[in-house]
């Protein structure tokens, strides 16, 4: 009982923060749309090298090589979204694990035993 009275607390606190929180669809969505971005910008860098490599023409070769280049950058670019967005999703995990832990901690400080709670419960529903 008194573990869903601190959950029903605990509901009613975020509530009234009042942050703006990601929603998690768009948020896969987005580290999907990395991983695609990271490999496009690889096809791209080896597309463009081996293709330079095979003309003889210095001026094509230029442009090829800026092609691999701009693969790189791409590649870097879907790395970062890939990153942060699984980052985002650990952490946001990590914080809630340390808001539990804080309040089983606070609650053991101040004696506050759920144990006792629902081993209370339950010999009443033997009787």
């Not at 090829?64 to 701009?70: C, G, Q, R, S």
């Not at 950058?73 to 879907?78: F, L």
């Not at 995990?93 to 539990?100: A, C, S, T, V």
Request: glycine content about 8%.
């Amino acid at each position: 009982m008194a573990e869903q009275n601190r959950a029903a607390e605990f509901r009613a606190e975020i509530s009234q923060m009042r942050q703006k929180t990601g929603k998690a669809g768009t948020e896969q969505v987005l580290q999907a749309l990395g991983v695609i971005v990271m490999l496009v910008g690889v096809v791209l860098a080896i597309i463009g090298y081996f293709a330079s490599t095979n003309t003889s023409n210095s001026l094509d070769q230029r442009e090829l090589v800026i092609l691999a280049l701009l693969g790189l950058a791409v590649t870097i670019v879907g790395a970062v979204m890939f990153l942060r967005y699984s980052m985002a999703r650990f952490l946001r995990f990590w914080l809630l694990r340390q808001i539990y832990e804080n309040r089983r901690e606070m609650g053991e400080m101040l004696g506050i035993d759920d144990d006792d709670d629902e081993d209370d419960d339950n010999d009443n529903d033997d009787d």
